[in-house]
Nanobody, 127 residues
Framework: QVQVVESGGGLVQAGDSLRLSCAAS????????MGWFRQAPGKEREFVAT????????YYRNSVKGRFTITRDNANNTVYLQMNTLKPEDTAVYYC????????????????????WGQGTQVTVSS
């Protein structure tokens, strides 16, 4: 049974930083592309960032480029999302996702490409 568990969310002020963590109980974790999506109240779920199985390549939505950084630790089956200079519009539930590689798009930005999802962690940024 694969489990994907996020942690690190919370309530912060605009301009602050947070680091989200995601622990995945996937035996072949190093062969999975990982990513983050988010969903704000009343809005559709949207892609945030993705990192290839090797950890070499990453891709971000435009609104977080230069502020968010996705990394992974294949030895510990963990992926991180460092979020700096947070804005109120970053407020959302953040979901960690996993997709077996190779296969799919070069950079997976469509939620349908991911097999495993966590339960989400709330990030609230006050102005």
């Amino acid at each position: 049974q694969v489990q994907v568990v996020e942690s690190g969310g919370g309530l912060v002020q605009a301009g602050d930083s947070l680091r989200l963590s995601c622990a995945a109980s996937i035996r072949t974790f190093s062969r999975y592309d990982m990513g983050w999506f988010r969903q704000a109240p009343g809005k559709e779920r949207e892609f945030v960032a993705t990192i290839k199985w090797s950890g070499i390549s990453t891709y971000y939505r435009n609104s977080v480029k230069g502020r968010f950084t996705i990394t992974r630790d294949n030895a510990n089956n963990t992926v991180y999302l460092q979020m700096n200079t947070l804005k109120p519009e970053d407020t959302a539930v953040y979901y960690c996702v996993a997709a077996a590689a190779p296969g799919g798009s070069l950079f997976r930005v469509d939620s349908s490409e991911y097999e495993y999802w966590g339960q989400g962690t709330q990030v609230t940024v006050s102005s």
